[in-house]
């Protein structure tokens, strides 16, 4: 069964940081394209950051581009989001999701269950 759980989520003050993570099984992580996807409160779900499948390379959002770093650890099947100096806009519920091909720039295929990021003083 394929599934992926997103753990770290929390309650951090502007500027702090935090470390998402989101384990995978049922499947090898380094054979997909893995992305983190956020939705804030009446906003349209936004793609932050993806990892290609095999290569790696990396994309980022302009918004997060020099905050967030996108992380695979094929050993322990995860992967990460590090995310540091953040702020009141990136408050969300983010989500991983795994894409069976190259990049996550034509649609995700699997979905994680989501993590709440609340960046307030």
């Known amino acids: 069964q394929v599934q992926l759980v997103e753990s770290g989520g929390g309650l951090v003050r502007p500027g702090g940081s935090l470390r998402l993570s989101c384990a995978a099984s049922?499947?090898?992580?380094?054979?997909?394209?893995i992305g983190w996807f956020r939705q804030a409160p009446g906003k349209e779900r936004e793609g932050v950051a993806c990892i290609t499948r095999n290569d790696p390379s990396t994309y980022y959002a302009n918004s997060v581009k020099g905050r967030f770093t996108i992380i695979r650890d094929n050993a322990k099947n995860t992967v990460f989001l590090q995310m540091s100096s953040l702020k009141s806009e990136d408050t969300a519920v983010y989500y991983c999701?795994?894409?069976?091909?190259?990049?996550?720039?034509?649609?995700?295929?699997?979905w994680g269950q989501g993590t709440q990021v609340t960046v307030s003083s």
């Open positions: 049922g499947f090898p992580l380094d054979d997909y394209a």
């Open positions: 999701a795994a894409a069976d091909r190259f990049s996550c720039q034509q649609g995700m295929d699997y």
